[in-house]
T-cell receptor
Framework: DARVTQTPRDKVTEMGQEVTMRCQPI?????VFWYRQTMMQGLELLAY????????DSGMPKDRFSAEMPDATLATLKIQPSEPRDSAVYFC?????????????FGPGTRLTVL | TQLLEQSPQFLSIQEGENLTVYCNSS?????LQWYRQEPGEGPVLLVT?????EVKKLKRLTFQFGDARKDSSLHITAAQTGDTGLYLC????????????FGTGTRLKVLA
């Protein structure tokens, strides 16, 4: 049963610290998405990659967030420096091919709390 | 800015009742998805609709895409406690840069 995995599941950190979240997409999936979910804003698309290349990161605060795919089995989302307003659940999702038509499979999320 | 408004925001009903959740926008979408999310988990896709006026059924769930592809509805017949969760619609737009946005969500609680 192939699944998207995310680590860590929970992260508590202090303001100003660097946070790195990791995602392992489903094997063979070429499109990877990062989302953020809060009570106030709901679920927002931050960025997505196709074949490891960033296609759109317009939803991501550029000054402190960065997303990369070092290889096909790992996607990372970094926040440096972190701020309390970054507290949210961050989801990774992967899809086999086109983000336009293929099903997205979501990971369980990383719950980030910035104090 | 594209928005997907869902109504109602919260819904608490008794087992066996029927309900409808609405997803509305002023924008046209190339496709629209419905997801269900349970606490501590990511959203799980229920259905994708792509054609205006399309109706899809998934057991007790009926999904409809508006003729103009700006709105959608989810109808649940004879709700069960297992239907409890957060229901999210999401729309994809291919006009210009690809955009994918989620609706505001409907939190459903079905009471035994």
């Amino acid at each position: 049963d192939a699944r998207v995995t995310q680590t860590p599941r929970d992260k508590v950190t202090e303001m100003g610290q660097e946070v790195t979240m990791r995602c392992q997409p489903i094997l063979g999936h070429n499109t990877v998405f990062w989302y953020r979910q809060t009570m106030m804003q709901g679920l927002e698309l931050l960025a997505y990659f196709r074949n490891r290349a960033p296609l759109d990161d317009s939803g991501m605060p550029k000054d402190r967030f960065s997303a990369e795919m070092p290889d096909a089995t790992l996607a990372t989302l970094k926040i440096q420096p972190s701020e309390p307003r970054d507290s949210a659940v961050y989801f990774c999702a992967s899809a086999r091919g086109s983000p336009f038509t293929d099903t997205q499979y979501f990971g369980p999320g990383t719950r980030l709390t910035v104090l | 800015t594209q928005l997907l408004e869902q109504s109602p925001q919260f819904l608490s009903i008794q087992e066996g009742e029927n309900l409808t959740v609405y997803c509305n926008s002023s924008s046209v979408f190339s496709s629209l998805q419905w997801y269900r999310q349970e606490p501590g988990e990511g959203p799980v896709l229920l259905v994708t609709v792509v054609t205006g006026g399309e109706v899809k059924k998934l057991k007790r769930l009926t999904f409809q895409f508006g003729d103009a592809r700006k709105d959608s509805s989810l109808h649940i017949t004879a709700a069960q406690t297992g239907d409890t969760g957060l229901y999210l619609c999401a729309g994809g737009s291919t006009s210009g840069t690809y955009k994918y946005i989620f609706g505001t969500g409907t939190r459903l609680k079905v009471l035994a």
